[in-house]
């Protein structure tokens, strides 16, 4: 829900909360400008429940005016509190693009950990260009942000009743 989310940049009219709207139309968008020393933009989500296992995150392409600003590589980071600016990424996710939904070709783990925070921050944009900083040409935008849990063959057993 848009109450689960924040982001440290937003084009006004296209704020944060029009990634989780169900309407692919509407997209989120970073700051069209900005300096070059801003930090590279970011969505966090904050979970009520924490994720404790296998996640992704894809996302629906926002197509107006060309699909090149979509992200094609993100650095994915799990918190089981707040990031801070020695914050590693668990890794680095490239997407791969098919009827307008990007899937990632790698999931991240908790590793034992139940996160509550995760971040997602776009590296490359699909047109090839690195995104460094939140100034000027750097920005990005998506239609839908998706957070999808991974559950392994016991989880699944569990809720059907089966033993």
Do not use: C
């Amino acid at each position: 829900t848009a109450s689960m989310l924040s982001a440290n940049s937003m084009q006004p009219g296209h704020e944060v909360g029009a990634a989780v709207d169900g309407d692919k139309n509407s997209y989120f968008q970073t700051k069209s400008n900005g300096s070059s020393s801003d930090p590279r933009p970011y969505i966090d989500i904050t979970l009520e429940n924490g994720i404790n296992g296998t996640f992704y995150i894809g996302f629906d392409e926002y197509k107006g005016g060309g699909n090149d600003r979509n992200p094609k590589k993100a650095n994915i980071y799990g918190s089981t509190d707040v990031f801070t600016a020695s914050s590693k990424p668990l890794n680095q996710v490239t997407y791969r693009s098919a009827n307008s939904v990007s899937e990632p070709l790698s999931y991240s783990k908790t590793n034992g950990a139940t996160f509550t925070h995760i971040r997602f921050e776009p590296t490359q944009r699909k047109n090839g260009s690195n995104i460094n900083n939140g100034g000027g040409s750097s920005y990005w935008y998506l239609a839908e942000l998706h957070l999808y849990v991974h559950h392994d063959e016991a989880w699944k057993k569990e809720q059907l009743g089966i033993h």
